[in-house]
């Protein structure tokens, strides 16, 4: 079946730096990536839409220019986390549409970041 | 935009019991409604969805039911065991399964022996 791998599954990095989450597919392309976050004991929250070649689709309330999103390629999505902050600590996971005609999303195993 | 609640935040059951979990939805023109089953800091994992143009959908034990009318659905668990321990989340999304999903809150449940 369809694999998403994502990476790194844990980070801890300082306040005012960047941090850099990667989220492939691994046997299929991937034309849309969902990126959501999730804070504990919480429910899985949308923060952008990233479609390949194109720019990401922020939902209302998250910052674009925080949250920054790149799909280059057909197997591959980034989320970087610009001059993070402890309130930026929280369990991103990304999900992925095979084929634009796909009707199940698969989820990648999710990314921990914690900013001291 | 969609908006999906979820009942009840928290359930436990003794191991064999049933276990039942609701949600509503807000956007009539939602037509997809899966279910994940999230153990702690993993991925959710899909264990069964159903379309709006089908009212119930079974799966061994598990079994989910739509009602578009009222804009519910539900997630019924027969014969619960210990490893059906883990949190719930139901889900709404238009235009099939493979566009962005709307989560309802969670439900932790737990089945004691």
Redesign the interface.
Known sequence: GAVVSQHPSRVICKSGTSVKIECRSLDFQAT?M?WYRQFP??????MA?SNEGSKATYEQGVEKDKFLINHASLTLSTLTVTSAHPEDSS?Y?C?A?????????T????S?LTVL | GENVEQHPSTLSVQEGDSAVIKCTYSDSASNYFPWYKQELGKRPQLIIDIRSNVGEKKDQRIAVTLNKTAKHFSLHITETQPEDSAVYFCAASQGGGGNKLTFGTGTQLKVEL
């Open positions: 849309t969902f004991k919480q429910s899985l929250m949308l839409t369990f996971i999900s549409k095979q084929g634009a005609g796909a009707n199940v999303l989820f990648g195993a999710g921990r």
